[in-house]
């Protein structure tokens, strides 16, 4: 007797009238604005500097600082986004991937002497390695993708030092970093461009195409997806090769800034660029890792680093600006907690 | 025991006048029930009849009506029962899901209660090889044979069966050490539907042991042949009253049945006119779109399908038809809709859709999708519904392909699809954009109907689509599958244990027991009683 139509019924019939939940009674809330928290804030914090410290602040030499210093971040970030979004919480071996693409790049062309288009492909494509190896651990063997990754990552990790023994690997060819950040274009240095191009495509796929509304299906309920017929495992699968190849995109990004690349390069790399993702999913589509939301939250922390540097401050308090950033943004909304950590884990 | 011992002592567990209401459905209506100590007392009765409401004003989870008393040996506890004081006063409860955690060990899980609820004790250290003998005592006395070192989750059903009862009859034996009670009751709802035959008597030699300590015990089930053998008195409800309360020896099965079944009148069928208004409402959103071919309709045949308690079963629904499948839990109905859509991988068998001879063994969800057949399930929580996204979303989940034009997602478009459905399917609150989460169960469960119906399905697959679902909205889901059905001559599978709702909207109903077709019934034979009939006779001879 699991469904005895008396007693099944009542608990829902006290529901029946009830209109679905106010989204809340503070004035921030019914215009709305608990969206826009952060571009709010944004646009508060760049008054301020502006006022404060107006000539440093407010010059071209700043903006093209800040635009251009986080585009290897911004790259990663997208990146990170995409196993993201279909409910695969954490990719940890991004940032391992971009390290691997970068030392991969300077050992090809620095000791192999390889032509430097040759040598970017060369670290792209072993970024995809990686990322072929998460989806026969992660989603062919169905493992945990945090545990899969913890691994691939430590592993990738091992791999740069063995190919770089140790030592952090120098560019030859200018011709790299012309192309990423000696040249510019409206004095923003090019590889702000490449990671605009890469966000243009990676926003357009998830909010203005029936993959993109299946990724966010996905995300919310592996289940659900699998009973309307969605191809659950290939998209997910998608999502980590890609998610690879643009952390490769990323790592080329990194050696054409730097002219070196040494070996820890990453993983410094992938913790802010999961702080921009979920501060991102409070903004924009509250509750959704979204793109726009990201690039926002990106660009929200640099101007916030940036500007607490010209005012004199170290900057390793970045670290702690990010993760104030990060704990105040998903606490201050809760609904928006809310939506995003109580979602089902079915599968 | 006989009945007259009973009377000297006051009864373990003495409920009285208990009655529930749930709107305007009367669950319970003043029911009595005792339970001596050492007595086994069945409870029986059709799905709905009160059985589980009963058990959960007893276990706490229901508030009886004011009037309903408790006496526990004698002596009255008010009620409503807060949570967790059922086992306070000797009553322990398995269900049949037998909350055994699978993946720790019979030690881990024989001993689990007792930490959990321990107070203090919960941080004194575990003593491993003490606790390890102690367990071994427990088993012994029961006269169990399992290895404590072995996962719960690898021991054949019954032998989980007989670790929860062992458990909870350990939980009423320490109840009545500490607190010096004599009384207990142990309370088994429905602890057989899963095992075969031969190992049920072994589940019964666990009972007897529990009996013989003086626990009471109530026990939950539609087996008769089980009830009968294991029982000394039976209570039979019905419509949420007693309508026996007897010996166990003294009525065969077919006089049970017939206490059972009574003569309860059939419910009305709804007006004919009023689903003429539905479907004229509806056929803008469900009528066959333009690429369809086959404008008649297609009868749907299933052949030889294989699959655990399923040998070959065959069955075909015609176009247009409502076909109900009937069974107790344990039948194999529950699995049909799952079978048939590829949602879980059938052995084999043979779905004909539409002159297409499809392989059910080999089915997928997408291929499914692709064929339009389409799944309602039971749990839309889980497998229906996404709980977070906006109402549109949900609604328009199988379409948005066509919407995806030159580059361009006409999300537009969707939402004003998803809003004319909101509209037809009556959903309230009418919010396109609200989070469906927010919505009662009865909108959840039409968005869910039209999400599937908007795809123009040729088979639709239903389980259970009315549960947790309030009584208004449960009629107009009747009203809008019959409406598609006739409309667009799209086959129906209805499969629920809610008899009466299948006699209300099916056209035919097959009985299903143990996984074969063991009546049919339609037009003037199709009633609650009728099927209820079948399915407890049924279960009676299979033994």
């Not at chain 2, 609820?117 to 004194?124: E, H, L, P, Q, V």
């Not at chain 2, 859709?353 to 039971?378: D, M, T, Y």
Request: glycine share 10%; net charge neutral; with cysteine.
């Amino acid at each position: 007797m699991s469904a005895p139509h008396g007693a099944a019924a009542p608990p829902e019939a006290g529901r029946q009238e009830e209109p679905p939940r106010r989204a809340g009674r503070s004035a921030v809330r019914r215009l709305g604005l608990s969206r826009y928290t952060i571009v709010i804030v944004f646009a508060a914090m760049v008054i301020a500097f502006g006022i404060d410290i107006p000539s440093t602040f407010l010059s071209i030499g700043n903006l093209s600082n800040i635009l251009g210093s986080q585009a290897v971040l911004f790259i990663l970030v997208m990146a990170v986004l995409l196993p993201t979004i279909m409910g695969d919480f954490v990719d940890l071996s991004l940032g391992s991937s971009l390290g691997l693409s970068a030392m991969t790049l300077a050992v090809v062309n620095v000791q192999h002497g390889t032509n430097v288009i040759l040598a970017c492909l060369a670290g792209i494509g072993a970024a995809l390695v990686v990322g072929l190896v998460n989806v026969v651990f992660v989603v062919y063997f169905d493992n945990d993708p945090f545990i899969v990754t913890l691994g691939t990552m430590t592993i990738v990790q091992g791999v740069i030092y063995i190919i770089s023994g140790n030592n952090s690997v120098g560019i030859v060819s200018t011709n790299l970093s012309d192309w990423v950040f000696n040249n510019d274009f409206l004095s923003i240095p090019l590889e702000f461009y490449y990671g605009l191009a890469i966000f243009l495509v990676v926003w357009y796929v998830l909010s203005f195409t029936p993959v993109g509304q299946k990724a966010l299906v996905i995300g919310q309920s592996r289940e659900v997806a699998r009973l309307t017929g969605v191809r659950v495992n290939r998209q997910r699968a998608w999502a980590f090769i890609l998610g690879a190849g643009i952390a490769g995109i990323a790592g080329i990004a990194y050696a054409g800034t730097n002219g070196t690349v040494d070996p820890p390069a990453g993983s410094t790399l992938i913790l802010p660029a999961f702080a921009a993702v979920f501060l991102g999913a409070t903004q924009i589509k509250p509750g959704r890792i979204n793109a726009l939301g990201a690039l926002i939250a990106v660009y929200f922390l640099a101007t916030g680093t940036a500007g607490l540097q010209l005012l004199g401050t170290q900057s390793y308090y970045q670290q702690i600006f990010y993760g104030v950033a990060l704990v105040a943004a998903v606490t201050i909304p809760k609904a928006n907690r809310d939506r995003i950590f109580k979602k089902k884990r079915s599968a | 025991m006989s009945v007259g011992e009973q009377a000297s002592a006051p009864p373990a567990v003495e409920l009285r006048n208990i009655s529930k209401d749930f709107g305007s459905n009367q669950a319970l209506d003043r029911v009595d029930l005792r339970i001596g100590p050492g007595e086994v007392v069945g409870l029986v009765g059709q799905n709905g009849s009160g059985k589980s409401t009963l058990v959960k004003v007893m276990s706490g989870v229901h508030e009886p009506e004011p009037g309903g008393r408790l006496f526990v040996s004698g002596e009255e506890v008010p009620l409503p029962l807060a949570p967790g004081q059922a086992s306070e006063i000797g009553l322990s409860f398995v269900y049949q899901n037998l909350a055994l955690a699978g993946g720790l060990t019979v030690l881990e899980n024989l001993t689990l209660g007792q930490r959990i609820t321990g107070g203090a004790r919960a941080w004194s250290p575990i003593n491993w090889l003490r606790e390890h003998k102690r367990a071994a005592a427990v088993l012994d006395r029961y006269d169990v044979r399992l290895d404590l070192d072995q996962h719960t989750g690898q021991l054949a059903p019954v032998d989980q069966a007989r670790l929860a009862i062992v458990r909870a009859a350990e939980d009423l034996r320490r109840y009545r050490t500490r607190s010096g009670h004599k009384h207990s009751v142990l309370v088994l709802d429905e602890p057989t539907v899963f095992l075969p035959e031969e190992d049920v008597e072994h589940l019964f030699d666990v009972i007897r042991a529990v009996v013989a300590e003086g626990a009471g015990v109530l026990f939950i089930s539609h087996d008769l042949v089980a009830v009968r053998s294991i029982t000394d008195r039976v209570v039979v409800l019905r419509d949420g009253r007693v309508v026996a309360d007897v010996a166990a020896g003294g009525y065969d099965e077919d006089a049970l049945v017939a206490l059972i079944v009574g003569a309860s009148a059939r419910s009305a069928a709804s007006a004919p006119a009023e689903e003429a208004r539905a479907a004229a409402k509806l056929a803008p959103v469900i009528s066959p779109g333009p690429e369809d071919a086959t404008p008649g309709g297609q009868s749907v045949a299933i052949e030889h399908l294989v699959d655990g308690r399923l040998t070959g079963l065959s069955f075909e629904i015609g176009a247009g038809e409502i076909l109900g499948m009937a069974g107790l839990i344990g039948s194999g109905a529950e699995d049909l809709p799952y079978l048939l859509f590829g949602a879980r991988q059938a052995d084999r068998g043979t779905l004909r859709l539409g002159g297409k001879a499809l392989n059910i063994g080999s089915l997928s969800p997408q291929r499914s999708v692709r064929e339009r057949i389409a799944l309602v399930p039971a749990d839309r929580h889980v497998l229906g519904l996404g709980e977070q996204l906006e109402l549109w979303e949900n609604i328009v989940m199988l379409v948005e392909d066509e919407h995806y034009r030159g580059g361009v997602f006409h999300r537009g478009e969707l939402v004003s699809l998803a809003r004319e459905a909101i509209d037809r399917f009556e959903i309230r609150p009418p919010q396109a954009h609200a989070v469906t989460a927010t919505f009662s169960g009865g909108n959840q469960q039409k968005a869910l109907l039209a999400k599937w119906l908007i795809a123009r399905p040729r088979l639709l697959l239903l389980h259970e689509p009315t549960q947790g679902v309030d009584v208004g909205a449960r009629k107009d889901i009747y009203r809008f599958v019959k409406s598609a059905a006739a409309l667009s001559q799209m086959a129906v599978l209805w499969v629920t244990t809610d008899f009466g709702e299948l006699a209300e909207v099916c056209d035919r109903v097959i009985v299903l027991s143990e996984g074969r077709p063991v009546a049919t019934l339609t037009g003037e034979g199709l009633s609650d009683d009728a099927i209820t009939t079948a399915a407890l006779r049924q279960i009676r001879e299979a033994r």
